[in-house]
């Protein structure tokens, strides 16, 4: 019987995780990003501040859960139509 490769779920949803907070923290910073296009750069802080919110925070970890979960069911699903066509 195969067992669930925990590594590799783990390593798949840290690169999403990463790919979500990289969107959130474009999308947030838009108007930022616009400014310092034209040389008119916000402080770092402000970039901080605006972006990284409570309700951004839950955003992210929801999804690195739902998607973390997504992975493992999907993985013993695979695992158990395998056991079955033995």
Known sequence: MEKVNHQKIIIRT?????L?????????????????????????DYWLDH???ISNIILI?????????????DQRELIEKGNRQD
Request: charged share 10%.
């Open 51 to 53: 972006s990284f919110k």
């Open 14 to 18: 840290l690169l999403k995780f990463l």
């Open 20 to 44: 979500i907070v990289f969107i959130i923290f474009t999308i947030n910073s838009w108007p930022s990003i616009k400014q310092s296009l034209n040389g008119n750069v916000p402080p770092f």
């Open 61 to 73: 970890l929801g999804f690195t859960a739902y998607f973390y979960y997504k992975d493992l069911t």
